[in-house]
Structure formats: C-alpha cells, structure tokens
C-alpha cells in the first residue's frame, strides 16, 4: 500500500506542476485590453490587431491569450487578412499582318489586317530599339480609308536604360474592324553624329555638328483581343501603416536620407513620392532594432513622368515581410537637384484573431515569453461552412494587474522539475527492484 500512495503521489505531484506552468501564462503578459463585439452576430468572432499589440508583441502567434469573464482560457488561431476572389480580364494576340508603311514628314503609319475580325482592345508594338521617346494614335476602319480613331495620341517611350520604364502598349474599349491604323509620332528624329567638322568661311572659325535621320526599327505591330480572365483566389491585402519621423531630413554626398520609428507593425512595402514633377532615382531601404545599426532591406528604382499621364509613378519599394522598430530610407540622386517634400508611406499585411462567439471572450492579454498554444479550434473552424463572421473591437491597452517583473518563469522550469521528480522516482524503484531480486 506505501508503494501504490508513492506513486500516486508522484504522479499527481508532476501531473499538478505541469498544470500549474500550463495556467502561468496569465501573469507572464505584461498588458492586457478587454474586447467586445463591435456590432452584428455570427458563429466566428473576429478581432484585428491593433498598432499597441503590434509593438508589445514579438511572436504574433504566441505571446497572446483570450479569457473569459471567468478567467476561463478561450481557444483562438491567428491568421492573414487576404481580399475576396476577383476577376481579371486578359489579352490574347490574333493574326495579323502590316499590309501598307507609310510617312508624312515625322509620323510613321502602319495599317494592320485584322482577318479574323476579332474585337481589338489593345496594341503593342514590337521594336529593339531602346532609349526613345513617341507618341503613338490607333485608328480603326472597315475599308482601310475612312479612319475614327480610337485611342491616343499617348507617350510611346522607353528609357530602359534608367529603369523600368517602356510604355509600348496603348490599350481603347474593344473595337471590331477590319483594319487598323498606327500612327507613330516622331518616327523619324535627326541625331548628331559624334564627329563634327570645322568650317572656316570669312571670319571665325566654327565647329558644326553633323546630324542624321534616326527611324524607329519596328518589327511588327501585334493586335490584341480581351479575354475573360479566370478567377483569381484572394492576395494578401494590405493595409497603411503610420511611420514617424525621427530628425531632420539630411543630404549626404548625393544622397537624401530620411529616418522613422514605426509601432511594430509587418510591413510589406513602403510607397515613397515627391512633388517633383519628372524623376529618375534609386530608393534604398534599412531597418534597424535600435536605430543606430541598420541593415539594408531592399533597392528599387524611383521615378515619376508627369508628362505620360498613363505611366504610374514607380512600384513601392518590396520588402520581405519585416516588423523593424526603426527605417531608414536613403534616395541616390548623383548629380541631380534633391526631390522636394518627400512623403514615405507604409503599408503591410493585417493579423487577426478568431474565435467562436459562444466562449464569449472578454479580455486579451499579451506580451510576454510564453509558448504558442494548442488548441483544437483551428481543425473545428475549418469543417465549418462559410460561417457567419462577427467583428470585435479591443479597448485600450493598460498593465496587467497580475503582472509581476522578476517573478519566476514557471514555463521554464516546472515541466523540468515534473520530469526530475518522476525520473527520480522510477530511479529510485529500479533501484529497489533490483535490491529485491539480489535479496536471498
């Protein structure tokens, strides 16, 4: 009978101290909000987080627990907001031919067959060249003379040489005709050769430039019809995030750098603009944990052309999701004057929490070294059919009452201790076995 209260005991005592190291995580969160449904009802509760979680929490899937009014944990999974599924249309080229070339004084005019009689919505036109700068008109007409136009004239260019920039594609609401008519302004250009000659009539002598007439390659001119795109399952969707300036803007050897402190929040991308009017630059991106060491993030070039309405500023600069403390952005301007009023946005993804409404949570807390639950509820949500969703809303942040700095992590040495005791104890009665067996 000692023997069976011994082990009963031992069980018990380590079964009570991993217990107790599983309910520790309410006093090692430094903060805590009470949360409440914002309106409306469904069977999934859905709450999103906020700048103040962001910057007190390290793991966003660990160092958060929901509880009751009863102080009773509440099962929840962290995930991505994504947007809903879309429809995107596309573009399948048709058959086509260039059937007549044409010049009036600088202007290029290609009329393109369209046999199949397809309906057109967009043009592109195939050249090598790069580094020029056109317009480009497309009319449309059934007997290849009477011509409506249908779209431009818009800016034909490409400056690859500088960054991302070709525009050789002008797309109009599809058409149905049986010819096209392409009209490329400034086809033909005079480019000065690099030697020169000296001409020494009466008077000085002067240096003239010899020039020559420049005709944009064209290889062919594509016809393109719309077609209905499949539907695309939702991407991650992003959301603006505020960064604060730290200092002064400075200019250093032909760089401008600009500093921020942000809240913690993931960051995906961050769109940087100016007022100035037409630019080409390069935009580097540093984060940092302290604001003194940085490390580079990304590179992207930096350009706006005000005079193609059609061509969006430059992409936001990408980064891999990070959630630094401090930014640094540094934009390379060489020779070029600095940009004016500089605004830097951000923009990542959003997490939130779900739950059911039926454990009716009342108080989250978080912040702290505790380990990522495990719950049942992320294989229950998903059996379940497009439930019906029901926003929540978080108060305030405010310190954990419960909370008290220097105390002892359970989490990190009850389990231990529970294992010791129980591998003493099995020492222990091998030990005593194995006496008894020796025992005559």
């Keep these: 009978m000692s023997k069976l209260k011994l082990w009963l005991f031992t069980a018990l005592a380590g079964i009570g101290l991993i217990l107790s190291a599983a309910e520790q995580d309410r006093y090692e969160l430094r903060f805590q909000k009470s949360v409440a449904p914002a309106g409306g009802a469904g069977e999934v509760g859905r709450l999103r987080f906020d700048s103040e979680l962001y910057d007190a929490v390290g793991d966003l899937k660990a160092e958060l627990r929901f509880y009751d009014g009863q102080g009773r944990e509440v099962p929840f999974r962290v995930r991505k907001a994504v947007t809903e599924p879309e429809r995107r249309?596309?573009?399948?080229?048709?058959?086509?031919?260039?059937?007549?070339?044409?010049?009036?004084?600088?202007?290029?005019?290609?009329?393109?067959?369209?046999?199949?009689?397809?309906?057109?919505?967009?043009?592109?036109?195939?050249?090598?060249?790069?580094?020029?700068?056109?317009?480009?008109?497309?009319?449309?007409?059934?007997?290849?003379?009477?011509?409506?136009?249908?779209?431009?004239?818009?800016?034909?260019?490409?400056?690859?040489?500088?960054?991302?920039?070709?525009?050789?594609?002008?797309?109009?609401?599809?058409?149905?005709?049986?010819?096209?008519?392409?009209?490329?302004?400034?086809?033909?250009?005079?480019?000065?050769?690099?030697?020169?000659?000296?001409?020494?009539?009466?008077?000085?002598?002067?240096?003239?430039?010899?020039?020559?007439?420049?005709?944009?390659?064209?290889?062919?001119?594509?016809?393109?019809?719309?077609?209905?795109?499949?539907?695309?399952?939702?991407?991650?969707?992003?959301?603006?995030?505020?960064?604060e300036p730290q200092g002064k803007r400075r200019e250093e050897n032909g760089w401008t750098v600009l500093t921020f402190r942000s809240s913690r929040e993931p960051l995906a991308e961050l769109e940087i603009r100016s007022s100035t009017p037409d630019y080409v630059r390069e935009a580097v991106v540093f984060g940092s944990t302290d604001g003194r060491k940085f490390v580079r993030l990304a590179a992207a070039p930096l350009f706006r052309l005000r005079f193609d309405?059609?061509?969006?500023?430059?992409?936001?600069?990408?980064l891999a999701e990070t959630r630094y403390p401090f930014y640094r952005v540094e934009i390379r301007n060489d020779d070029n004057r600095p940009l004016e009023d500089i605004t830097v946005q951000a923009r990542g993804p959003g997490y939130f929490a779900e739950f059911l409404t039926r454990d009716r949570p009342a108080e989250l807390r978080y912040g702290g070294d505790v380990p990522v639950p495990k719950y049942d509820l992320p294989a229950?949500?998903?059996?379940?059919?497009?439930?019906?969703?029901?926003?929540?809303?978080?108060?305030?942040?405010?310190?954990?009452?419960?909370?008290?700095?220097?105390?002892?992590?359970?989490?990190?040495?009850?389990?231990?201790?529970?294992?010791?005791?129980?591998?003493?104890?099995?020492?222990?009665?091998?030990?005593?076995?194995?006496?008894?067996?020796?025992?005559?």
């Design 309 to 318: 309405p059609a061509q969006p500023d430059s992409a936001p600069v990408k």
């Design 380 to 440: 229950v949500l998903d059996r379940m059919q497009n439930p019906a969703v029901q926003e929540w809303k978080a108060g305030p942040g405010k310190a954990n009452p419960e909370f008290r700095a220097g105390r002892i992590n359970l989490y990190r040495w009850l389990p231990g201790a529970a294992l010791v005791i129980l591998g003493t104890v099995l020492c222990w009665a091998l030990w005593r076995g194995i006496k008894t067996i020796e025992q005559p």
């Design 89 to 243: 249309n596309t573009f399948d080229e048709v058959p086509s031919r260039i059937i007549a070339l044409d010049q009036q004084g600088n202007t290029g005019i290609f009329t393109v067959e369209n046999p199949s009689g397809a309906a057109i919505g967009m043009l592109r036109v195939d050249t090598a060249d790069r580094d020029f700068d056109k317009t480009l008109t497309v009319e449309a007409g059934d007997d290849g003379k009477n011509w409506r136009r249908v779209a431009g004239p818009q800016p034909f260019y490409d400056y690859s040489s500088r960054g991302p920039l070709r525009n050789v594609r002008i797309g109009f609401p599809a058409v149905k005709a049986r010819y096209f008519r392409v009209l490329i302004g400034s086809y033909v250009e005079n480019e000065p050769l690099p030697s020169s000659r000296v001409i020494t009539g009466s008077g000085e002598p002067r240096t003239e430039r010899i020039w020559m007439e420049r005709r944009l390659k064209v290889d062919a001119v594509a016809l393109l019809k719309p077609v209905e795109g499949t539907v695309r399952a939702g991407r991650e969707k992003l959301f603006a995030y505020a960064l």
